[in-house]
């Protein structure tokens, strides 16, 4: 057996290997199936490229191998043009049917004709020890069909390169240079030199059908074409399978091929397995490169989601500021003449301007002080939200007596409940109680809120103001024998313009802001605030709140804190008084 024969040999081997490796590495992939039948079509055509230099002057034997060759030579460029449009995701939705159809039609007619007539491959002659193939009257037909195939196919990865990037591009590129090479070799030394009865170099065409194998191999596993470890494993194991195949292939007896044989068989599927493997390992670390990408992509899309987020809450934040400094200039201008009708409407009822004695003018002016008085508070309300929510509330946190601030809240509301036919008492302490740390004006709002709103909503009976002492803080407990709040509302009564669902029924005036205050006071103080009702009418509800002792932890450091901000704040003003 000649060199160039076990080379050819060789060459379809390694086509056909390739090719299985590739269709098995994910066998519903369309790339790597229409891959396979690419490989195998290349692997006939260097099958019969070997049994055509092989056969010995046999008319009937050369004639029959070179239609088989031709064959194989015409299925080349059909299998690459659906790789081209299947390449890389396998996806064949884009492929032109209709074009397709065509041209596989006009395929089956140019096999048939190749196969089964003379039209292609007319007859066989022999010039100067030369074999040179006599073409028919449509080999122009099966020369057209062959390059425009391959062009066709080139064509589209070209397209595809255009429109891509990175990791895909590169591959590309790669597959372009390394299919574009081959089939210009072997488009000259199978198709243009024949033309010219040169057949002499055409044994050597399959040998460029490996490089286009090798390249394509590459670029369909993706992000491998540069893998050391891949390369050098299939390096090593095709070169000792080939190894071994010569070997076969050079037995000189029967028990030297029988031994061959086994040796060749278990190189054959070591190495196979030996790829496999290689593969596997390859493909998982891709998996995860995948995986990491994604995560990458994940963080870039938080971090512009975040940078967004950010985006949007500063300008939040300005219509907020922009919000609470209108209520607060609106809330000022209102409070001025408000406070105003009040004092004038007390001076018309205390008789500071004459006697009133028409009762209805009376009636009148009484509406005219408690509306004035109403509107008063809702402003003074408007003003602490402000204040706290812009964070330009001022607080004086010292050392005081609980007791003393519940007790004189009680006597200044006590007429108030009396008016309403509602006891309001005080309930002293057993034993004296710790001082607590309170801010006098806030926490003296905050009680007559309880005790008002106790006032508003108790039909009949009336409201106790008790304290007691817990762990680091007073507890005050303001009780009523109202209405009561069922659970639901509960949840939602320290909100803001909340009010209890059947609130309305006993009093249509209030506004859901003082309980809103209440608590952001209180937060301010560090202590906590709840009610305890059963929502069952004539049981009533207790709303509690407390406070930290002056000697607790958060007593002290509410006050240490308090302190430095009013000498910050005497810094300020003596600034000011220096400037001016």
Known sequence: MEIKEILLIGVAFLNVTLGFIIFWDNKKNWANIFFGLLATSLSFWSLGMFMYVRSVFDYQNIILWSKILYTAGVSVPVFFVLF????????????????????????????????????VIESLVVKNGQRILVHGKLYPLYFVFFFLGMLWALYILFNKYRHVSGNLKVQLKIMLWGTSIPIIFAGFVNMILPLLHNFYYSWTGPFSSLVLISFISYGIIKNRLMNARLIATEIFSVGITLFTLVQFLGATSIEETFVRLIIFVFTLIFSILLIRSVLKEVKRREEIEILAGKLAQANEKMKKINKQLQSANAELKQLDDAKSEFISIASHQLRTPLTAVKGYGSMLLDGDFGEITNEKQRNAINIMFISGNRLINLVENLLNISRIESGRMQFKFEAKSLADLARESCDTLRNSAASQKLYLKFIEPKKPLPLAVIDDEKIRQVLQNFVDNAIKYTKEGGITVLLEQGKDEIICRVQDTGMGVTPEDQQKLFKKFSRGKDAFLVNTEGNGLGLYVAHMMIDAHKGRIWIESEGIEGKGSKFCFSLPTAESAAGKKLMEESKKEQARMAKEREKVKIKK
């Open 84 to 119: 081209s449009y299947a390449f890389p995701d396998g996806d064949i939705k884009l492929v032109k049917k209709k074009i397709i159809a065509g041209y596989f039609f006009i395929y089956i007619i140019l096999t048939s004709i190749v196969l089964c007539s003379s039209e």
